[in-house]
């Protein structure tokens, strides 16, 4: 992932906030490198997080496939019948085109991460302004290692890239290893 943000897609209300959602469903927005991850890999990830064979109980937590363009939209719908076919039954997953994308409010944004004060307050001395933090890779990558996403064996691969101090890059290690080898 290049970067994440969670937020508000899929309603007509202007300016959703979380008490006043409206007609959105809760989304998260996901920036990413096809040389690095294929479009079809995030669908597997997709299918794979969610049931999506349960019908939503409501529309703020419904779970939806968001596409920006045809060929996303080809490719989420050979997606949607490979995982009917996997599952026997069918699938309540709509896929639409996404019409806006509100980002939530900044406690919503790097959940895991703002939990861990160590590693937000290195992270936030490295991207001091609440739009270069929430756009971060390191930060999107530490908050995701951190929300159980990820082996140790991963992690190691890339921490360096993140540009933590030996104490925050050892304690990022030891969460992410106590649950994952």
Same mark, same amino acid.
């Given at each position: 992932?290049?970067?994440?943000?969670?937020?508000?897609?899929?309603?007509?209300?202007?300016?959703?906030?979380?008490?006043?959602?409206?007609?959105?469903?809760?989304?998260?927005?996901?920036?990413?490198?096809?040389?690095?991850?294929?479009?079809?890999?995030?669908?597997?990830?997709?299918?794979?997080?969610?049931?999506?064979?349960?019908?939503?109980?409501?529309?703020?937590?419904?779970?939806? &496939?968001?596409?920006? @363009?045809?060929?996303?939209?080809?490719?989420?719908?050979?997606?949607? +019948? %490979? !995982? *009917?076919? =996997? $599952?026997?039954?069918?699938?309540?997953?709509?896929?639409?085109?996404?019409?806006?994308?509100?980002?939530?409010?900044?406690?919503?944004?790097?959940?895991?991460?703002?939990?861990?004060?160590?590693?937000?307050?290195?992270?936030?001395?490295?991207?001091?302004?609440?739009?270069?933090?929430?756009?971060?890779?390191?930060?999107?990558?530490?908050?995701?290692?951190?929300?159980?996403?990820?082996? &140790?064996?991963?992690? @190691?691969?890339?921490?360096?890239?993140?540009?933590?101090?030996?104490? +925050? %890059? !050892? *304690?990022? =290690? $030891?969460?992410?290893?106590?649950?994952?080898?």
């Amino acid at each position: 992932m290049v970067s994440t943000r969670v937020g508000y897609a899929g309603g007509t209300t202007e300016n959703p906030t979380y008490y006043q959602i409206g007609d959105h469903s809760e989304s998260i927005q996901i920036v990413f490198d096809p040389e690095v991850v294929s479009y079809d890999e995030l669908l597997e990830i997709f299918w794979s997080a969610h049931d999506p064979t349960a019908r939503s109980y409501s529309r703020q937590y419904m779970s939806i &496939l968001f596409v920006h @363009d045809e060929a996303q939209r080809r490719s989420a719908e050979l997606s949607k +019948a %490979a !995982e *009917h076919r =996997r $599952r026997g039954a069918p699938i309540q997953t709509p896929i639409v085109e996404q019409w806006s994308f509100t980002p939530a409010e900044a406690y919503h944004q790097k959940y895991s991460l703002r939990a861990d004060d160590l590693l937000l307050r290195e992270l936030r001395r490295m991207y001091p302004g609440e739009e270069g933090f929430v756009g971060s890779t390191a930060a999107a990558r530490v908050n995701g290692y951190l929300g159980g996403y990820g082996t &140790l064996r991963e992690l @190691d691969r890339e921490i360096g890239s993140y540009g933590l101090s030996p104490e +925050a %890059a !050892e *304690h990022l =290690r $030891r969460r992410v290893g106590r649950f994952r080898p």
